[in-house]
């Protein structure tokens, strides 16, 4: 039973193109996130979401736009894909907004040709 | 400006060696520190946390790590490496505004 699942786990995609991944916790955690790591290994966090509601988006281009239907689901979509996007994403949850413990998914290797 | 500071991006041991792997926090963070491991293409995985609770945190697969206010320090160690220990690792601060705030990552390799 994985805790926090990511999908897709690989996406090679052209520039311009719009592109989805989709994460799920089943943990009955309030709180979900998206952080992007660089080739570097740099983590970076982009959005939080709180029972549904945004409550951090970092300075990220709004080319990407993250949706939470429910407390378990947080996807985020990219328009119009540009090569520096390439990274992985990696969805968390916790517990709540203390976060004294987050949660990793496995990963979405994302890669712009 | 970055909440923790791991010192040392790439450290070498042999098996059986003390891991030794470095992090100094900002006064900034709040006394919530993390040690995370990222085994090659997985994500991240919790070591330990400190919570105010003990200076001396003890986590999972041996490590432990010991928070000193006099140093700012949260340095993560492990007595006698193993070659499974080779991975990378984060030293993280929750912030104010309730952010992880990671360092860079030290990649331990290990010497057989």
């Known amino acids: 039973d994985t805790a926090v699942s990511q999908t897709p786990k690989y996406l090679v995609t052209q520039m311009g193109n719009d592109k989805s991944i989709k994460c799920e916790q089943n943990?009955?955690?309030?709180?979900m996130y998206w952080y992007k790591q660089d080739s570097k290994k740099f983590l970076k966090i982009m959005f939080s979401?709180?029972?549904?509601?945004?409550?951090i988006n970092e300075t990220v281009p709004n080319r990407f736009s993250p949706k939470s239907p429910d407390k378990a689901h947080l996807n985020l979509h990219i328009n119009s894909l540009e090569l520096g996007d390439s990274a992985v994403y990696f969805c968390a949850s916790s517990q709540d907004v203390r976060q004294e413990t987050q949660y990793f998914g496995p990963g979405t290797r994302l890669l712009v040709l | 400006a970055q909440s923790v500071t791991q010192l040392g991006s790439h450290v070498s041991v042999s098996e059986g060696a003390l891991v030794l792997l470095r992090c100094n926090y900002s006064?900034?963070?709040?006394?919530?520190l993390f040690w995370y491991v990222q085994y090659p293409n997985q994500g991240l995985q919790l070591l330990l946390k400190y919570t105010s609770a003990a200076t001396l945190v003890k986590g999972i697969n041996g490590f432990e790590a010991e928070f000193k206010k006099s140093e700012t320090s949260f340095h993560l160690t492990k007595p006698s490496a193993h070659m499974s220990d080779a991975a990378e690792y984060f030293c993280?601060?929750?912030?104010?505004?309730?952010?992880?705030?990671f360092g860079a990552g030290t990649t331990v390799t290990v010497r057989a």
């Open positions: 979401y709180n029972n549904k509601e945004l409550i």
């Open positions: 006064s900034s963070v709040p006394p919530y």
């Open positions: 943990l009955g955690h309030d709180t």
């Open positions: 993280a601060g929750r912030t104010n505004d309730y952010k992880l705030s």
